[in-house]
């Protein structure tokens, strides 16, 4: 029986049995490599100049599309431009110019308490270290990983809600709490790599392997993927579950006829 053979099910993904933790680390460079090729405009979605704009920005993107939030920060940012404008805002103004994102009386809180934790705590400046980070409010891992990776080149793995899912398909791992997630795959890739390895998985997840029908038959990673199968796989119809402004692009990439891609304005986006 080859190593492809013993198989299980855990959450609807098929794991190997027989895939050592060196396999694994291969396949999951190959996957990060394929990725590299297949996106190579991945990027972080959030319109941001400076850290604290990414920070409050990351807090709204809560439930919510990046390109929502892109449409809320340019008066926000123009109206708060430093953390003591937050930590002063008018509550009732500051709810109303960012409602659109929804809980928007929670963000307000937490952005009301973001500027005066920086103010008290930072003399007003986003720190560049996660210990500090995690300590204010609005922001846990995922957030500081974001602002770290982003906004200080530090290197970090951001478990949304696609990273998760895609590693998980991939059977990368069978962790489910985001810090353990986020551990076991940055031991699979060279810390250099994991800001852009984070955004590439986003991409693929917004893009490609959806969470309820991943298009895969459209997808470059099939060889690489235990859970292969689980979306469609005829090209006529994945084609059309690719989303994004490249959509065409990536169905090329995966062998598969672009004039099967319906015209999109580049606007679909998942949260």
């Known amino acids: 029986m080859g190593t492809a053979g013993r198989r299980r099910r ?5 794991i190997s049995l027989r895939e050592t933790d060196l396999g694994r680390t291969r396949r999951a460079r190959r996957i990060g490599r394929v990725l590299a090729d297949t996106h190579p405009d991945a990027h972080c979605e959030l319109d941001h100049s400076n850290p604290l704009e990414l920070a409050v920005a990351t807090i709204l ?6 390109k929502r939030v892109n449409e809320v920060t340019p008066k926000l940012f123009a109206r708060y431009p430093q953390a003591a404008d937050y930590a002063g805002a008018d509550r009732a103004e500051l709810e109303e110019l960012i409602r659109s994102t929804g809980f928007y009386r929670n963000k307000a809180d ?32 995922k957030t500081a990983n974001v602002i770290l990776g982003n906004a200080f080149n530090v290197p970090g793995i951001t478990v949304d809600t696609h990273f998760n899912r895609l590693v998980r398909r991939w059977g990368l791992t069978t962790e489910t709490d985001p810090v353990k997630i986020e551990h076991a795959i940055g031991a699979l890739y060279p810390k250099r790599d994991w800001t852009m390895l984070s955004h590439r998985i986003i991409f693929h997840g917004r893009r490609v392997c ?12 099939t060889k690489l993927c235990p859970s292969y199968g689980i979306g469609p796989t005829d090209p006529a119809v994945t084609a059309r579950l690719l989303k994004g402004p490249r959509a065409r692009e990536l169905a090329v990439a995966a062998g598969v006829d672009p ?13």
């Open 10 to 14: 855990l959450a609807g993904v098929t």
């Open 61 to 66: 993107s809560a439930q919510c599309t990046d």
């Open 110 to 141: 937490s952005l009301i308490r973001l500027g005066q934790g920086l103010v008290e705590r930072h003399d007003g400046q986003v720190p560049g270290k996660l210990t500090d980070l995690v300590s204010l409010a609005g922001i846990g891992r």
């Open 210 to 221: 959806l969470a309820r029908k991943p298009a895969c038959g459209a997808c470059t990673l």
């Open 259 to 271: 004039e099967l891609v319906p015209a999109q304005d580049g606007a679909v986006e998942a949260p």
